[in-house]
């Protein structure tokens, strides 16, 4: 199994920017792709972001352009968020999808606040 720790985000203004990162406690687990889903209050939760297990980005049409992954030192990933929204403003959830095991775990969330 893997466990995934997110952290970053807090609040800033509009035109600012914020990291998230995802940090799983034994990536040799599984050869894996690592999301990034968001959910505002009374909103479904969405896709934001992805990286495959070859580097290769994915992004909604909302962040693309603004948001980008990186792999830190080991196997932390961040996503960092550049030119905020107010409608960014979210609980950001990491995911780590395992390839070839088809199996999901997801990080606890951590809060993004934009203010205009």
């Known amino acids: 199994q893997v466990h995934l720790v997110e952290s970053g985000g807090g609040s800033a203004q509009a035109g600012g920017h914020l990291s998230v990162s995802c940090a799983p406690d034994?990536?040799?687990?599984?050869?894996?792709?690592i999301s990034w889903y968001r959910q505002a209050p009374g909103k479904e939760r969405e896709f934001v972001s992805s990286i495959s297990s070859t580097g290769i980005q994915e992004h909604s049409s909302s962040v693309k352009g603004r948001f980008v992954i990186r792999q830190d030192f080991g196997a932390t990933y961040t996503l960092q968020m550049n030119k905020l929204e107010p409608e960014d403003t979210a609980t950001y959830y990491c995911k780590l999808h395992c390839v070839l095991l088809d199996q999901d775990y997801w990080g606890q969330g951590t809060q993004v606040t934009v203010s205009s």
């Open positions: 034994n990536p040799s687990y599984c050869r894996h792709s």
